[in-house]
């Protein structure tokens, strides 16, 4: 039987999801609900359809029945809107379909040092899918972006497929993790352990989110989990964008929080390096 996963975006040649030039995979469905996602239609692990509601003249053709197999699901034609302000986000495809799309950018990506991607939402949702594309897309350079909220075992393998793990780190203490991500970060940190442990080479992303993370002792305590990682390659540290909430309304939700912009990130980075642990700025 083959194996199939939904997929929300590909990016062609992204320049910050690893090294090289690259083309990053963002897969639906993810266990937690950052208050500061800017992919929320990378929630739910199924089609969803984003429309933009406060530019529509009420013409009434999307309510109109249609013969397209595609639109069933969602009782409206997505295909008839003369404005295009209705789209599914969300394609199925099977691993080897995906995997044959995708090593058309082989020779490209080689040559420019670069692979491929695995991101989301949170692709290890879709573990058996994200392993088994892997697996099809060897020998190319593969990377995992993962919040590390996964259960062990497919942690595990997911270490053992990969290239490289590249692992979001959101607060170092579980209270204020749960509150603003919905989870606690007990498994997370167990995964970074196991990870640390490892021989694999990995990266630790952490989104710099104002009044939340961006105090020198979370920053210590976060240096201190990672102090002494041989295969760590750097810590990256993400600025916060304002435009977070942008596909908010597509999808007929909130966005759930209003941040500042613009935390100290070079201060911060500083914090790493007195635990000689190598820091990127990443772009806003």
């Not at 976060?222 to 304002?242: C, F, H, I, K, R």
């Not at 209003?258 to 990443?282: C, H, P, R």
Request: net charge positive; aromatic share 8%; charged share 25%.
């Amino acid at each position: 039987m083959s194996i199939k996963g939904i997929v929300f975006d590909i990016r062609e040649f992204t320049l910050h999801d690893g090294p090289g030039i690259r083309v990053s995979v963002f897969l639906k469905g993810c266990p937690l609900r950052c208050a500061w996602c800017h992919n929320p239609e990378g929630f739910l692990a199924k089609p969803e359809l984003l429309v933009r509601k406060k530019e529509c003249t009420g013409c009434g053709l999307c309510r109109r029945p249609c013969n397209h197999d595609i639109c069933h699901p969602f009782k409206i034609c997505t295909r008839i809107c003369p404005q295009n302000l209705i789209r599914i986000s969300g394609t199925e495809y099977e691993v080897q379909e995906l995997a044959a799309k995708l090593g058309k950018y082989k020779v490209f990506l080689e040559q420019n040092e670069g692979g491929i991607t695995i991101s989301g939402g949170e692709p290890l949702m879709q573990a058996e899918f994200t392993l088994a594309l892997i697996k099809a897309l060897k020998p190319m350079h593969t990377a995992i972006e993962t919040s590390g909220h996964a259960l062990e075992d497919v942690f595990i393998k997911a270490a053992d497929t990969a290239d490289l793990i590249m692992m979001d780190i959101k607060h170092s203490d579980t209270k204020m993790h749960e509150k603003m991500t919905g989870a606690g970060n007990e498994l997370i940190l167990r995964n970074l352990a196991m990870l640390k442990n490892s021989k694999k080479p990995f990266i630790i992303r952490i989104p710099v989110i104002p009044g939340f993370n961006d105090t020198e002792e979370n920053m210590k305590k976060t240096a201190s989990l990672l102090a002494g990682a041989a295969s760590l390659s750097y810590v990256e540290l993400l600025p916060y964008n304002q435009l977070a909430g942008a596909k908010y309304p597509l999808l007929g939700l909130k966005f759930p929080y209003s941040f500042a912009e613009g935390a100290g990130l070079k201060a911060l980075a500083n914090v790493f390096k007195s635990y000689d642990i190598k820091t990127k700025l990443a772009p806003l």
